[in-house]
């Protein structure tokens, strides 16, 4: 005979839990921890400051990344911690960019953060707005 478990209704869960499972589900890649720290240093930014990682409405295809540096963490932060760097994502923002890579590209076609994201259904041109 099996088991029922009973799941718990939308009200049952918190925030917190529904993104559990999501804690390390965004990476950087070795050179993209190298070019932060490098904007780090030559910025003066303190290691007390943390990536500021998010999504939000707008660009071509309706969403845009952003990215900066923030001193707080905000109470619905998730943070995550590659190789000591602190990264600060808000809740909304993490429903988008789950499994996202965050890479550092320095070849022909230009020089910036790239956002390897499985989630965008359409990207622009330009590689800074998406449709999920």
Known sequence: MSEVMEMPSLEETTVEQAFTDLD?????????VSEV????????IPDTYG???G??????????YSLGFD????????????????IFIDTKSLFYLSGTELDFTDGLNGRGFVFNNPNATKTCGCGSSFGA
Do not use: P
């Open 24 to 32: 390390n589900e965004i990476t950087l890649s070795d050179k993209a």
């Open 71 to 86: 001193g707080e963490q905000r109470e619905n932060d998730k943070v995550i911690v590659k190789d000591d760097i602190r």
């Open 51 to 53: 990536l500021r990682v």
């Open 37 to 44: 720290r490098k904007i780090m240093e030559a910025n003066k």
């Open 55 to 64: 999504v939000k409405g707008g660009g071509c295809s309706g969403l845009s």
